[in-house]
């Protein structure tokens, strides 16, 4: 089955403990993308990867790291989390990142609630 | 800035009638790309409608269309015989020929009566 897998699906943790959401697809896409969705504010892109060993920043990336060694694989990583990341967060991916991203649709993840105290 | 519009937090409709769900945008750009996505309380984000901004053929999907008003930044959503499942928050979103990021709304709660 085609799918992104996100995991853990919930985490709690405590200020400062570093921490790694893995996300991974089965579709061959090259684009993937992380967000995270906070009541009133809807979605916003964290990084997104066009391709292996190609990422970039999206609206906010402070706080967050990402690597994208494998085609299939998009870490998200928190070095240092602390209680304002505490967040609902998505990895999306889509088929091709040399085009548009609106050409292709993206496919979205089950989400990671993550909650730091 | 970039920016989409929900102007309606929470809309409710008896099943079976017919709801509109508004949504504008803000971009000097002519080539981009909308979306309507749904996402139920499983929490999962579904890709209800898409609509191609050169394409002035409003984009249909069964009971979901829209109204897709360039000029105007205008882009709402249809949804036609509401059923039970499509309570939802849906979100609008844009994304630009010449960008990969996608710019979303804050979303609208749908709630459907039986």
């Known amino acids: 089955e085609a799918q992104v897998t996100q995991n853990p699906r919930y985490l709690i943790t405590v200020t400062g403990k570093k921490l790694t959401v893995t996300c991974s697809q089965n579709m061959n896409h090259e684009y993937m993308s992380w967000y995270r969705q906070d009541p009133g504010l809807g979605l916003r892109q964290i990084y997104y990867s066009m391709n292996v060993e190609a990422t970039d920043k999206g609206d906010v990336p402070e706080g967050y790291k990402v690597s994208r060694k494998e085609k299939r694989n998009f870490p998200l990583i928190l070095e240092s989390p602390s209680p304002n990341q505490t967040s609902l967060y998505f990895c999306a991916s889509s088929l091709s990142g040399r085009r548009a991203l609106g050409y292709n649709e993206q496919f979205f993840g089950p989400g990671t609630r993550l909650t730091v105290l | 800035a970039q920016t989409v519009t929900q102007s309606q937090p929470e809309m409710s409709v008896q099943e079976a009638e017919t709801v509109t769900l508004s949504c504008t945008y803000d971009?000097?750009?002519?080539?981009?790309?909308l979306f309507w996505y749904k996402q139920p309380p499983s929490r999962q984000m579904i890709l209800v409608i898409r609509q191609e901004a050169y394409k002035q053929q409003n984009a249909t999907e069964n009971r979901f269309s829209v109204n897709f008003q360039k000029a105007a930044k205008s882009f709402s959503l249809k949804i036609s015989d509401s059923q039970l499942g499509d309570a939802a928050m849906y979100f609008c979103?844009?994304?630009?020929?010449?960008?990969?990021?996608?710019?979303w709304g804050a979303g609208t709660k749908l709630i459907i009566k039986p």
């Open positions: 971009t000097s750009e002519s080539d981009y790309y």
């Open positions: 979103a844009y994304s630009l020929d010449s960008n990969y990021q996608l710019i």
